[in-house]
């Protein structure tokens, strides 16, 4: 675990409220309100310095209205209050608060936005639910009711005026909503690296975008077993170059941790060590390229205490507490650099991100 001992140098924005533990879809579903019960006894039991928590706001109907359709929200709303869960497809659940804990969870993305951009704060991490990659602007899925990191992208477009925002996605599971809400879309980059095959079935290689957004998406699938230093050697030596040649404004990362080896749904092998790694490289980039500016919200993670570890050790490296290297003990896989191959030579030979 991390050393919390050293003088911290960045300041940290949590939003956080017990609002979101009223998400309870039913019994024994893996995404449950224990799994950020655990994130907040631990911050509240062990405080780390330099970590500011805060209440976000709902978001409001404007924010969601630029990711989402007005039937699709008026669908979330509907669940308001009702008396036993609802299932709104086979795998995503709502009870009666699910709606208030979507709005605070979408408020926390365009605050976490407000204040990095700011420089009311050096980065933000909502540790909020339900999570959101996979709610496409009209389609409820895979847990998700509204997209948060979509809704705060957007927020960051309309309100901020920014130009090119950077979508990190290194979740086990393809975040086909973020995807899907910035296909056609030059001003957002989406990365993604995912399992595959597996749910939701999408992010193969030749999904690159269209129109205007051909070339800014970039999805790298990988095996079952990857582990850190295969997903390292991804981000350094194929993420890395279209990063730089983007140069983006903000970093955004949709932080899922059921890639780590004790998950009981991932498949993947990271460890707190990998992510110590693979988080001190999306910092650095944001150091490089877009003023230190950076934001995550929780998405995946279903092994309680895993994802405490995970959390914790991710939020040492952006208070500055661990300086670890940037890379793993390990050599990749062969799998891990032939998917390298096939992602950086599916993508459109002429695109302004390189």
């Excluded at 051909?214 to 890395?240: K, M, Q, R, S, W």
């Excluded at 498949?267 to 490089?288: K, P, V």
């Excluded at 890379?327 to 096939?342: D, F, I, K, W």
């Amino acid at each position: 675990m991390p050393d919390y001992s050293v003088r911290m140098t960045k300041s940290v924005l949590v939003p956080r409220d017990k609002r979101c533990l009223n998400h309870r879809p039913a019994g024994g579903h893996p995404e449950s309100p224990e799994r950020l019960a655990a994130l907040y006894a631990d911050l509240d039991s062990r405080p780390i310095p330099g970590v500011r928590l805060a209440s976000p706001p709902e978001a409001s109907k404007e924010a969601l209205l630029r990711v989402h359709t007005p039937a699709y929200i008026e669908a979330i709303e509907a669940t308001a209050g009702t008396e036993r869960p609802i299932w709104l497809d086979p795998d995503t659940c709502a009870s009666s608060g699910s709606y208030q804990a979507a709005l605070l969870a979408a408020g926390a993305a365009c605050m976490g936005v407000d204040e990095v951009l700011s420089g009311r704060a050096d980065s933000t991490f909502p540790l909020v639910r339900p999570p959101g990659h996979h709610a496409e602007p009209d389609t409820i899925l895979g847990f998700c009711l509204f997209n948060n990191i979509a809704i705060g992208a957007a927020h960051a477009l309309a309100v901020h005026g920014l130009q090119r925002i950077l979508i990190l996605d290194p979740d086990v599971h393809h975040g086909n909503g973020t995807q899907a809400a910035f296909y056609d879309s030059d001003k957002v980059l989406y990365v993604s690296t995912h399992r595959h095959p597996f749910y939701p079935g999408t992010g193969w290689f030749d999904e690159v975008g269209v129109g205007k957004g051909a070339g800014y998406t970039f999805n790298v699938p990988l095996p079952y077993g990857t582990g850190d230093a295969d997903i390292l050697y991804v981000y350094h030596e194929a993420v890395a170059p279209i990063v730089r040649s983007f140069q983006p404004e903000l970093i955004m990362v949709s932080a899922g941790f059921d890639t780590h080896m004790r998950d009981p749904l991932g498949g993947f092998q990271m460890t707190e060590e990998g992510y110590a790694a693979l988080y001190a490289l999306f910092l650095s980039w944001a150091e490089q390229y877009s003023a230190g500016r950076i934001f995550l919200t929780l998405e995946g993670g279903y092994n309680d205490a895993a994802l405490v570890d995970s959390v914790r050790t991710v939020l040492g490296i952006l208070t500055g507490a661990q300086e670890p290297s940037l890379t793993v003990p390990g050599e990749p896989s062969q799998l891990a650099r032939q998917a390298v191959e096939r992602a950086v030579s599916s993508r459109p030979a002429s695109t302004a991100t390189g």
